[in-house]
C-alpha cells in the first residue's frame, strides 16, 4: 500500500519540464530507480512497463543532450551537482540499456569518466562544490565503483571535519553515504566516526514518522539506505520486531471511538472500515474493536450513555495494561539482545529506543 501511494503521488507531481523528478539529474533518476523496484508491486493504472520505459527514454535523451557541458540544471536551487550525479545516471542507464540507442554504451564510457573525475579544491567540472557535498558525492562513488578505481576518494571520506557547524540535515545526508562506503571498503575507524557524528545529529522529540535524525524524514531514511545492506540476518529479524512493536505502540495511541444508535449505523460502519482496510478483532455486547496497522477503532452500538462507558472502560484498562507490557518488553530486549548486537544494528537499535 505504501509504495503504491508515493508512486501515484510522485507520478501526479511530475514537473513539466526537465527534471521531471526532483531537483536534479541525481533526484531523477533514483526515482526512475525506485519506479523499477516497485514496478511488480504497484497497480498498472500507476504505472506499467511501458511508461516506465517511457520515462527512462525521456531521461536518457536528456543525458544525451547535456552529456557534454555535464549534467547540472542551471538555476536549480536544490542540486548538488558532481561526480555521484553521473554515476547514478550510469547505473539507471545501464539497468535499462537494451531498451535505449544503439550509442548507449559511448554513453556509459562518458558517464563512467566523469564520475571518476575528482573535485579539485573544491570544483568539479567548472562548478563549485561545497565540502559537504564533497563527502556526500565521494561516498556513493566509493561504494559503486572498485577499490583500485577510487582511493583518493576513499582518502577523502575519512576526514569529516568538513561537516562541523553545517545544518544536521546537510551532515546526516553526507554521513549516510559515507556509511555506504566505509562498509563496503571495510574501514572500521571511518564508519565508528560517521556512526558517532550521527548520533549528535538526533533529535528524540521529533514526531514518530517524521524522522529523528536530521530535520526531516528524508536523513532517517538515507542513513536505513545505508545501513540495512551491512546487517546480519539476525539484526534483520530483531529490527523488524522493533518496527512491530513501534507500530502495535502508534496503533494503540491513536484509538479512535464511535458511538452510533442502532444496528443499521453500526452495520454501514462495519462496511465503511473494512473497505478501508481493517480488520474486526472483536464483535460482541454491542462493542466492536477495528484494527489498522496505523491505527484502531473502539465502535459502540446503543444511545444511553451509561452502556458506552460500559463498553468502553475494558478497552481503557487494555490500553494500560499495553503500554506497561511494552515498556517492559522494551527493557528486557535491550539487557538481553544488547552484547549480540552488531555496530550498524546498535545504532538503529539506539535510535528506535530513544523514541
Known sequence: MGGTSVTRRLREDRNNAPPFYGDDFWDWASVLEAFAE??????????????????????????????????????????????????????????????????????????????????????????????????????????????????????AIRDLTALDGREKDEQVYALARVLQASQKIEDAETTGNALSKLYECENPRRPLGQGIIGDNVKGSLNVLEALWPELRPSDKKRTGEMIDALQQRRAALNTIGLVVAIGNEAKAAKKIFSEAGTKIV?????????????????????????????????????????????????????MSLWPQLSPPFEFMTKSARRL
Open 282 to 334: 472483536s464483535d460482541q455486547s454491542g462493542t466492536t474493536e477495528f484494527s489498522h496497522r496505523d491505527y484502531r477503532v473502539v465502535m459502540c452500538e446503543g444511545k444511553a450513555i451509561a452502556g458506552v462507558l460500559d463498553a468502553t472502560r475494558p478497552w481503557v484498562e487494555r490500553s494500560r495494561t499495553t503500554r506497561e507490557s511494552l515498556g517492559s518488553l522494551e527493557r528486557t530486549a535491550e
Open 38 to 155: 516497485v514496478l511488480p508491486r504497484v497497480p498498472e493504472k500507476i504505472l506499467d512497463r511501458d511508461a516506465l520505459n517511457s520515462e527512462v527514454s525521456k531521461f536518457y535523451d536528456q543525458v544525451n543532450t547535456r552529456l557534454a557541458a555535464g549534467l547540472t540544471i542551471r538555476g536549480s536551487d536544490g542540486e548538488w551537482y558532481g561526480p555521484a550525479t553521473a554515476a547514478s545516471a550510469h547505473r539507471l542507464i545501464t539497468r535499462f540499456r537494451e531498451h535505449l540507442g544503439k550509442h548507449v554504451d559511448q554513453v556509459l564510457e562518458e558517464l563512467n569518466s566523469q564520475a571518476l573525475e575528482r573535485i579539485d579544491n573544491g570544483v568539479y567540472r567548472g562548478r563549485p562544490v561545497p565540502p559537504e557535498q564533497m563527502l556526500w558525492h565521494y561516498g556513493q562513488i566509493v561504494h559503486q565503483y572498485t577499490k583500485n578505481q577510487t582511493v583518493e576518494q576513499a582518502k
